[in-house]
């Protein structure tokens, strides 16, 4: 079993639309959890940090679930430029080495 | 302005021979890591550092080697061992302890020819 697994997708939306990814993680001892966006032939770039209580950036919402050792990022009101690949990142207490999901394929289209 | 900066953007590499790749920064962070995205992949780590003279192989160190020598700099070798080294290759940077995020250098994208 993969440490962080995430559905490849394409999830392909209108605009407007609200979406959601899971990601779900192995390892127990998780400590970090984090949501990148990367671009095509670009490096991931941080979107949010995700919390315990949940939190949320303008039309992102990220939450945590411990007990099923899963995250969830929500997009509301997708927007063209929202067209990117979405990484669920998480890190283990101690070494705090990030361990990489596949990432996930939002496309957005008129 | 603090950041991470990696060189050279494009390479391209006979079949048997050795590239180094670089990777500078100046946030004072004390963990480094190398990275390879292939296409439709997530990352993998390869290397990384938590402190000066000393690195950790990480999923797929075969065919790669690192050092350590200064906090600033954590060059990637890629040698002829390396059989498919065509990749995406990001380095990224953490503080040594605390819940932060990774910051990362441009990547550079290594090509076979």
């Known amino acids: 079993r993969k440490e962080v697994e995430q559905d490849p997708g394409p999830f392909n939306v209108p605009e407007g639309a609200t979406v959601a990814f899971n990601c779900t993680y192995s390892?127990?001892?998780?400590?970090?959890f984090f949501w990148y966006r990367q671009d095509c032939r670009k490096e991931p770039k941080l979107l949010m940090s995700?919390?315990?209580s949940g939190n949320e950036d303008g039309r992102f919402t990220a939450q945590l679930n411990r007990a099923s050792q899963y995250i969830s990022l929500l997009i509301r009101d997708s927007k063209l430029s929202d067209s990117a690949t979405y990484l669920c990142?998480?890190?283990?207490?101690?070494?705090?080495?990030?361990?990489f999901g596949r990432g996930t394929s939002l496309i957005v289209h008129p | 302005d603090g950041g991470i900066t990696q060189s050279p953007k494009y390479l391209f590499r006979k079949e048997g021979q050795n590239v180094t790749l670089s990777c500078e920064q100046n946030l004072n962070h004390d963990a480094m890591y190398w990275y390879r995205q292939d296409p439709g992949q997530g990352l993998r780590l390869i290397y990384y550092?938590?402190?000066?003279?000393?690195?950790q192989k990480g999923d797929i160190a075969e065919g790669y080697s690192v050092s350590r020598e200064k906090k600033e700099s954590f060059p990637l070798t890629v040698t002829s061992a390396q059989k498919n080294p065509t990749a995406f290759y990001l380095c990224a940077t953490t503080p040594r302890t605390g819940h932060t995020e990774a910051f990362f250098g441009q990547g550079t994208r290594l090509t076979v020819v």
């Open positions: 995700v919390y315990s």
């Open positions: 990142v998480v890190s283990a207490g101690g070494s705090y080495i990030p361990t």
């Open positions: 390892n127990s001892a998780s400590q970090s």
């Open positions: 550092s938590q402190i000066v003279n000393d690195f």
